[in-house]
Each structure stands twice: as C-alpha cells, then as structure tokens.
C-alpha cells in the first residue's frame, strides 16, 4: 500500500543554519504529495505542496520538488529561524476515490538563537 | 476564515465510558477525517466520510465510529474507552477530491482514559 517515510527527529539547528528534511514515498499512480507544520499547541497547517512529477512547492522561504525518479519529496529552507520550530509531517493523497491523506510520523525541528 | 472546530481541547474520560468527540467544518467540505496522533507513529486515520451518512474504515478503525448526519459535522465515538485510546486526536475536511486540494484541520482534542 501506499506509505511515506521520513528522516526521525530531532532535527536541531542554530537560527539561519540550512535545513532539509528527507521524504521519500511509496505510491501506485501519482499522488499529490504535501509538508504540513505543526506548531505547539495547534493543529497541521499546509505549508506547501507540489500535484505532479517536477513540480517544486514553496512557502514562507521552504521549498520541496517532487522527484518522481527517486520517489522523493524533500523540505528545505536555507536560513531558519527560531519561529520554524515545529513538528514536519509529510503527506501524500493517494487520489482515488477520496482524498485520503496519508502521513509520515513527523519530524521535530528545533531552532536555537 | 475557513475553520474546522472541534468541541474540545482537553478531555477526561473513565474507562468503559462511552465518548463523543464532535468536528465541526464551514468549509461546505465532502471530505472530513478523524486521525489520532502518537509519539512515533504520526497520524494514522481511523474513519474518513465522502459524503453524508457514508463512511468508510481507515487503518485502525477498532474500538472506534463514526457518524456524519450532516455535510458539516462528523463525530467520533469510542463505544467502550480504554486507556490505550488516550491520544490526541484531529479532525480534517477537504473538498472533493477532483479537486485536488488541501485538507484543513482542527486543533485537535487531547483526550485522556483513566
């Protein structure tokens, strides 16, 4: 079946430090993948996504391409801030008859001054 | 603002209570979805509905119900609670999905058996 896979926490950075997070998937067909953040205290919110091979998703200075060939899907930004310490879920929606959204386990990130 | 609203942030349940948890979206979303969330394991969905009064079972949906009486409101139900249902627990809405959109989710209800 479907599943994703990403690299386990903690992930721990001095504040502008460069980050990536590693996510790779296994599908049939070609899902939409996704990086949700969760910040302490609160629920997912999308912080971006990419719909199809080659497309590269980006929001408040994080970026992800999705590689078809290495079925991969990795979070990266290049100067973090102490305001990005958040747990990083990877996603996928496996676009069949519903939207179902299928998770990693998370990846904590913490950010120090 | 979109909002998916879920009824409550903290609960306190005895084992062997029957529990509602509510999920509220004002999104006139098809899609809703309850998924629990552990240390270790991410979210893993339990129930998922397309649709009024359908449902279908997600990866752990033992011990667990669901009930979606209207567009905007899915419930979840543990019929007997035990202690190995302690979790946080979150409910998402998307659209349909040839829509190709994100879901939206609540702030999730910690809940705790005792």
């Known amino acids: 079946g479907n599943s994703v896979t990403q690299m386990e926490g903690p992930v721990t950075l001095s504040e502008e430090a460069f980050l990536t997070i590693n996510c790779t998937y296994t599908?049939?067909?070609?899902?939409?993948l996704f990086w949700y953040v969760q910040y302490p205290g609160e629920g997912l919110q999308l912080l971006l996504k990419?719909?199809?091979?080659?497309d590269k998703g980006s929001n408040k200075g994080f970026e992800a391409t999705y590689r078809k060939e290495t079925t991969s899907f990795h979070l990266e930004k290049g100067s973090v801030q102490v305001s990005d310490s958040a747990v990083y879920f990877c996603?996928?929606?496996?676009?069949?008859?519903?939207?179902?959204?299928?998770f990693g386990t998370g990846t904590r990130l913490q950010v120090f001054p | 603002d979109v909002k998916v609203t879920q009824s409550s942030r903290y609960l306190v349940k005895r084992t062997g209570e029957k529990v509602f948890l509510e999920c509220v979206q004002d999104?006139?979303?098809?899609?809703m979805f309850w998924y629990r969330q552990d240390p270790g394991l991410g979210l893993r969905l339990i129930y998922f509905?397309?649709?009024?009064?359908?449902?279908e079972k997600g990866d752990i949906p033992e011990g667990y119900s669901v009930s979606r009486e209207k567009k905007e409101r899915f419930s979840l139900i543990l019929e007997s609670a035990s202690t190995n249902q302690t979790s946080m627990y979150l409910c998402?809405?998307?659209?349909?999905?040839?829509?190709?959109?994100?879901?939206?989710f609540g702030q999730g209800t910690r809940l705790t058996v005792v």
């Open positions: 998402a809405s998307s659209r349909d999905s040839r829509m190709n959109t994100e879901a939206f």
């Open positions: 599908a049939t067909g070609y899902p939409s």
């Open positions: 990419a719909t199809k091979a080659d």
């Open positions: 996603a996928l929606s496996d676009r069949g008859n519903t939207d179902k959204l299928i």
């Open positions: 999104m006139d979303h098809e899609n």
């Open positions: 509905s397309y649709d009024v009064k359908m449902k």
